[in-house]
């Protein structure tokens, strides 16, 4: 299949490589072209503008923010700009008004919009292991599903409303830092009464806990691997303040979303911007004078 894919980073990246081992013919288009390069010298096609690469049946964005997100699809050369009707499947973890925004756009124009969000650090994403949630017409979750079954490995289909699979990814994403702040405070307890953490970790994700969530973010706390970030903080950060853009729209209280937040703030500030959001352990063992 002929397709694009916007957006060239450490997710984005290895999905076109294994569409491209798939043997899809994909156009990659990077607002730092170095990237694209990259990948053209693997099998992918280098193109000029956005537009350029909606050239096909199917268009991939997978963008940091929502403001990247807009610039793609409705500015100068951008996918609504391009001559066909291509399937935007927008990857990108983005707010659900910009969602509905682009499920209208899409409308209007005679396109059609799914939200693919996806869930998996960026290893998941080089050995095709991500988990993705669509959302959008059945008929064009259809077209799209030999694309995510060569970057994924299972598809969970949330109904034909677009936006609803962007709902399921924030909440997705407060439940993983969620577990990521539980795991932290208790590692601090445990190691202040005398347990070390990686004992702890053996027993907890050897009986009640064996889940990927607690396996690979709880050998990331033991190990204090927060560098190179797979997930950096400040992006996090903007999808907590989704969650409770959302939260605040449906008239949900989530007191624990505050503390996340300012456990994000804090490592941001006393770390830097290229710690891995679960660098938020710091915090609390800091927190508890370790």
């Known amino acids: 299949m002929k397709i694009g894919f916007i957006g060239l980073g450490q997710?984005?990246?290895a999905m076109v490589r294994n569409l491209v081992k798939a043997g899809h013919q994909v156009l990659v288009w990077n607002r730092s072209p170095a990237k694209a390069e990259a990948l053209a010298a693997e099998g992918a096609k280098r193109v000029s503008t956005p537009a350029e690469a909606a050239q096909g049946a199917v268009v991939h964005t997978m963008l940091a923010d929502d403001k990247a997100v807009e610039a793609v699809?409705?500015?100068?050369?951008?996918?609504?700009?391009a001559p066909g009707k291509p399937i935007h499947v927008s990857h990108s973890t983005i707010g659900l008004a910009l969602a509905e925004r682009l499920a209208k756009a899409h409308a209007e124009h005679g396109s059609v919009l799914v939200s693919a969000p996806v869930f998996g650090r960026p290893a998941a994403a080089e050995a095709a292991k991500l988990f993705i949630a669509a959302a959008g017409p059945a008929d064009a979750i259809a077209t799209c599903k030999p694309l995510f079954e060569a970057m994924g490995q299972k598809v969970f289909e949330i109904g034909e409303h677009a936006p609803?699979?962007?709902?399921?990814?924030?909440?997705?994403n407060f439940l993983i830092l969620s577990a990521?702040?539980?795991?932290?405070?208790?590692?601090?307890?445990?190691?202040?009464?005398?347990?070390?953490?990686a004992t702890l970790l053996e027993v907890l994700t050897g009986s009640l806990?064996?889940?990927?969530?607690?396996?690979?973010y709880g050998d990331i706390i033991v190990k204090e691997s927060f560098r190179p970030a797979g997930f950096a903080a400040p992006l996090g950060l903007k999808d907590m303040n989704l969650v409770s853009q959302a939260a605040t729209d449906a008239r949900v209280p989530m007191p624990?979303?505050?503390?996340?937040?300012?456990?994000?703030?804090?490592?941001i500030a006393r770390e830097g911007e290229d710690i891995d959001w679960s660098g938020i352990a710091r915090i609390v063992a800091a927190d508890a004078g370790l």
Request: aromatic share 6%.
């Open 11 to 13: 997710m984005g990246s």
């Open 180 to 197: 990521v702040e539980a795991m932290a405070e208790a590692m601090t307890l445990a190691e202040k009464g005398g347990v070390e953490r």
């Open 209 to 216: 806990f064996g889940s990927p969530i607690y396996q690979t």
């Open 256 to 267: 624990l979303l505050a503390v996340l937040r300012d456990h994000l703030l804090s490592t």
């Open 73 to 81: 699809t409705f500015g100068a050369d951008g996918i609504l700009s």
């Open 164 to 172: 609803a699979a962007n709902l399921v990814k924030l909440c997705g």
